[in-house]
Structure formats: structure tokens, C-alpha cells
């Protein structure tokens, strides 16, 4: 026999009771959800999953994921009554690894270009799908200022920052 300390009770009998409780919680929550007594943030509509063919791959993501950038092709596409909102599918004819790393973007807010694709393809790519490209955006004001102060530019006028 085990001994668990005070009680007689092992630290194992405690962990699978609190294993046990959250399981229970957890299918309770689901059971909520599936009967639709829990309200989602999203509707069913942006809830959805849809599939996109780029090049002859087929990709798969959330509605919701495409409406993160506003003013972008695939935000336009997914809006009510444009193609990926009311049938779920299309097909783009354009380059399946370019679009790998265009949809990461809508789903991380990282836009990275693929290292074996050239700046002009990546640039054309980013045109077509109507997403800034980072390379040609010049910077604004606030933006220089921003940088300088990440470099050790002083808060205010006439102070110096000791290094």
C-alpha cells in the first residue's frame, strides 16, 4: 500500500481525482457548445472551414482566419456573397508556395518570403493578393522616431542617454 501522506490519501488519488473533474468539465463544455447554449465569438458563417486551390494544392483554412486583414483579395473573397463565403471553395492560379506563406500571414500576422522565391515573384505575388510589401513601404515619421528611440535616441530634446 501507498503511502500519500496525511489521510492515507496518495498523491496519485488526487491527481486522477482532479484529472477525472476536469474531463467532466471539459465534456460538459463541449456538450454546451454542440447544443448551441454556448455563444461563440464568431458565427457559424466565419466558423466554417473552406478550401482554397492554388496551383493545383489544395488548402484548408477558417473563414475567420481571412477576414484578420481588411482591404486584402482573400478578405474580399470571404465577404457574404462572394465566392469562399457562399460555396466554401475556389481556385486561384497562382503559385502554391508564394500562397503557403501569404495564408501563414493571415494566420500569424508574420509575413515571411519564402527564401527560394524570388523579391520580383514575391512582389507580383503581393500585389495580386493586395498586401503591402514591406520592401517597397516607405516609413512614416513616427516610424523613424520609433526606430531612433529603439537605437538609444534621447526621449526629449537636449538630453543625452548614457551608454
Not at 492515507?8 to 486522477?16: P, Y
Not at 458563417?45 to 483579395?73: A, M, N, Q, W, Y
Not at 515571411?112 to 516607405?138: C, G, R, S
Request: charged share 30%; aromatic share 10%.
Amino acid at each position: 500500500e501507498r503511502s500519500g501522506g496525511k489521510g492515507g490519501s496518495s498523491g496519485g488519488d488526487r491527481a486522477k481525482g482532479r484529472y477525472q473533474s476536469m474531463a467532466r468539465r471539459l465534456h460538459d463544455d463541449r456538450f454546451e457548445i454542440a447544443r448551441g447554449d454556448v455563444a461563440s465569438p464568431f458565427s457559424d458563417r466565419e466558423s466554417r472551414i473552406v478550401s482554397i486551390d492554388c496551383g493545383g494544392k489544395v488548402f484548408k483554412t477558417f473563414l475567420k482566419t481571412l477576414l484578420r486583414h481588411p482591404g486584402t483579395l482573400l478578405y474580399e473573397l470571404a465577404q457574404p456573397a462572394r465566392e469562399l463565403c457562399e460555396d466554401g471553395a475556389i481556385f486561384l492560379d497562382r503559385d502554391e508556395w508564394c500562397f503557403n506563406a501569404i495564408l501563414n500571414y493571415y494566420r500569424t500576422d508574420q509575413l515571411a518570403q519564402p527564401t527560394w522565391v524570388p523579391d520580383d515573384m514575391w512582389h507580383i505575388e503581393l500585389v495580386f493578393f493586395k498586401i503591402q510589401n514591406p520592401l517597397y513601404q516607405i516609413p512614416t515619421s513616427a516610424d523613424i522616431d520609433l526606430h531612433q528611440l529603439s537605437l538609444g535616441k534621447p526621449d526629449a530634446p537636449g538630453l543625452r542617454k548614457n551608454l
